[in-house]
Nanobody
Framework: VQVVESGGGLVQAGGSLRLSCAAS??????MAWYRQAPGKQRELVAT????????NYAESVKGRFTISRDNVKNTVYLQMNSLKPEDTAVYYC?????????????WGQGTQVTVSS
C-alpha cells in the first residue's frame, strides 16, 4: 500500500491551498486528513467514506475546508480556503482498509502547510 500526499506550501492568511492524496494497493473504506502542529498532538481534520461519500469535519475547519474524492483514481483532495495562521501544520493523509474491526490504517509521509500572517 502506498499513500502519497502533495500540494502543501506557504500561503498568506486568507489564501487557499489544495492538497491531494493518492492511495494505491488496496481498497479503502475511508480516507481522511489529519494535521499536526509543532508541540501538539495529531488531530483529525476531515474524513470521507468511499461508499456514499459521507464527510465529517473538525469544528475548526467547518465552512472553510472541503474534502472530496475520486474513487476511480483512489485520490482524496482537501480544498482549504480562508486559511489562518493556526492552520499551519504538517498534514497527513490516512487511508483505512476495512469498515469493521479489524481495520488497518495507512499513512502518507505528510506535507507541510504554512500560513503566514
Amino acid at each position: 500500500v502506498q499513500v502519497v500526499e502533495s500540494g502543501g506550501g506557504l500561503v498568506q492568511a486568507g489564501g487557499s491551498l489544495r492538497l491531494s492524496c493518492a492511495a494505491s494497493g488496496s481498497t479503502f473504506s475511508t480516507m481522511a486528513w489529519y494535521r499536526q502542529a509543532p508541540g501538539k498532538q495529531r488531530e483529525l481534520v476531515a474524513t470521507i467514506t468511499t461508499i456514499g461519500g459521507r464527510t465529517n469535519y473538525a469544528e475548526s475547519v467547518k465552512g472553510r475546508f472541503t474534502i472530496s474524492r475520486d474513487n476511480v483514481k483512489n485520490t482524496v483532495y482537501l480544498q482549504m480556503n480562508s486559511l489562518k495562521p493556526e492552520d499551519t501544520a504538517v498534514y497527513y493523509c490516512n487511508a483505512r482498509v476495512g469498515s469493521m474491526w479489524p481495520t488497518r490504517d495507512y499513512w502518507g509521509q505528510g506535507t507541510q502547510v504554512t500560513v503566514s500572517s
